[in-house]
């Protein structure tokens, strides 16, 4: 997280506008205002603390609702003035009941839409610690390492016939069963997506004369 004294906290009277950005899809939450005191408070806690210029105090975000926004990191602009803040929302995050104060589906990149697999993975993680009564996932670990395999040969089987004689929407369903699969098996091993996201683009890079 930034230090504090390299903000310009003259240039507005004390205040700068701090964008919140969902940590993982990139969509663009809120807008709130932070003075030295809530961005201490932010690092201190964790959560997201602004300077609620109505209230004339510091206002945590989900105090009353429950749906704080977990701080992932924080950078400051060029000029100084003004800072970006990478959060995780529990809940939504509009007091409308809308995921972002920009509506339910704010312009997003084309890209963002696969960010849902960073959230499933942590959905993995959570069922792998918590092993949860009935839970699928819970019951694939306690299968084992080589019945986990098996399904992912199984489900890479299946996705292969589908590509020759089922449907569009077959297929899909299909790698969407070896997708999830697969990152139980990596999660499994200890690994996770993004490493074989840094394996790909390592090859990129060394396919193209980049490397």
């Given at each position: 997280?930034?230090?504090?004294?390299?903000?310009?906290?003259?240039?507005?009277?004390?205040?700068?506008?701090?964008?919140?950005?969902?940590?993982?899809?990139?969509?663009?939450?809120?807008?709130?205002?932070?003075?030295?005191?809530?961005?201490?408070?932010?690092?201190?806690?964790?959560?997201?603390?602004?300077?609620?210029?109505?209230?004339?105090?510091?206002?945590?975000?989900?105090?009353?609702?429950?749906?704080?926004?977990?701080?992932?990191?924080?950078?400051?602009?060029?000029?100084?003035?003004?800072?970006?803040?990478?959060?995780?929302?529990?809940?939504?995050?509009?007091?409308?009941?809308?995921?972002?104060?920009?509506?339910?589906?704010?312009?997003?990149?084309?890209?963002?839409?696969?960010?849902?697999?960073?959230?499933?993975?942590?959905?993995?993680?959570?069922?792998?610690?918590?092993?949860?009564?009935?839970?699928?996932?819970?019951?694939?670990?306690?299968?084992?390492?080589?019945?986990?395999?098996?399904?992912?040969?199984?489900?890479?089987?299946?996705?292969?016939?589908?590509?020759?004689?089922?449907?569009?929407?077959?297929?899909?369903?299909?790698?969407?069963?070896?997708?999830?699969?697969?990152?139980?098996?990596?999660?499994?091993?200890?690994?996770?997506?993004?490493?074989?996201?840094?394996?790909l683009e390592a090859r990129h890079r060394s396919r193209s004369g980049t490397a």
């Open positions: 997280m930034i230090d504090a004294t390299r903000v310009d906290w003259d240039k507005a009277d004390g205040l700068v506008p701090a964008i919140v950005q969902h940590a993982d899809s990139g969509a663009v939450l809120m807008l709130g205002y932070m003075n030295r005191e809530a961005l201490e408070a932010t690092r201190a806690s964790g959560l997201v603390t602004f300077w609620s210029r109505r209230r004339a105090r510091l206002w945590t975000k989900g105090e009353t609702s429950g749906n704080g926004l977990a701080v992932q990191d924080v950078a400051l602009d060029c000029d100084g003035d003004t800072l970006l803040v990478l959060a995780r929302p529990a809940g939504p995050v509009c007091h409308t009941g809308t995921p972002t104060c920009f509506g339910a589906e704010p312009p997003r990149a084309a890209s963002a839409s696969l960010a849902f697999l960073a959230t499933l993975e942590r959905v993995i993680e959570r069922r792998m610690a918590e092993r949860p009564e009935g839970s699928y996932t819970a019951k694939l670990l306690a299968d084992g390492p080589r019945r986990l395999a098996q399904k992912v040969g199984e489900e890479g089987l299946e996705l292969a016939l589908a590509a020759v004689a089922q449907s569009d929407a077959d297929v899909t369903a299909e790698a969407a069963d070896l997708l999830y699969h697969t990152l139980l098996l990596l999660k499994a091993r200890g690994l996770s997506l993004a490493a074989v996201v840094a394996e």
